[in-house]
């Protein structure tokens, strides 16, 4: 019998030839990428594993950039909130091309998008433009981007500010 060495929810078997399976499939439901949110929260080891699969960041921008449904794009930038501050994430990040094609969901989650995903996406934006300048630079160029996530900042203070 082998002995654990955390009682912290580590992704079985099943679960990885999932991720695998998700991977390598274009099509992602919003049951499916519940689970992996669900990891990514459940434990540290959970964002670990996610951030160091192979092609999963790479997955996760090809969705965000080609889907039309809002609780899709949501459920990515609350993926993507999560595992950027795992080690050797934003290197990752530098290999993948971030054109207009990526920003325009941002745009639309900051309009349209529940309260938490606004603030996802805000984290996520401000974690990018500290990270690269030319990241900086792309979201910078992008119309009403910096609009939006200021409004959602201003209401993630507002909201602070009445809770404490």
């Known amino acids: 019998m082998q002995v654990l060495n955390s009682t912290d929810i580590v992704p079985n078997l099943t679960l990885r030839r999932l ?8 099509l992602l439901c919003p049951r499916s990428l519940l689970r992996i949110v669900e990891l990514a929260k459940s434990s540290e080891e959970g964002r670990e594993y996610l951030a160091n699969l192979e092609g999963f960041l790479p997955m ?5 950039k080609s889907s039309n449904e809002i609780e899709v794009v949501e459920l990515v930038v609350t993926a993507l909130d999560l595992i950027l501050i795992t080690k050797g994430v934003k290197d990752r990040l530098k ?8 920003f325009s ?17 805000a984290r996520v934006l401000k974690s990018l433009a ?17 609009s939006e996530r200021r409004i959602t900042e201003s209401l993630l203070g507002n909201i602070h500010r009445t809770t404490s």
Do not use: C
């Open 95 to 102: 290999n993948i091309n971030f054109d207009d094609s990526f």
């Open 60 to 64: 996760m921008v090809r969705i965000l």
């Open 105 to 121: 969901p941002f745009s639309f989650i900051l309009q349209k998008g529940n309260l938490d995903a606004r603030i996802n996406t």
């Open 130 to 146: 500290e990270f690269d300048n030319d990241y900086r630079r792309e979201i910078a160029e992008q119309n009403g981007l910096l």
């Open 19 to 26: 991720i695998h399976f998700w991977a390598d499939s274009d």
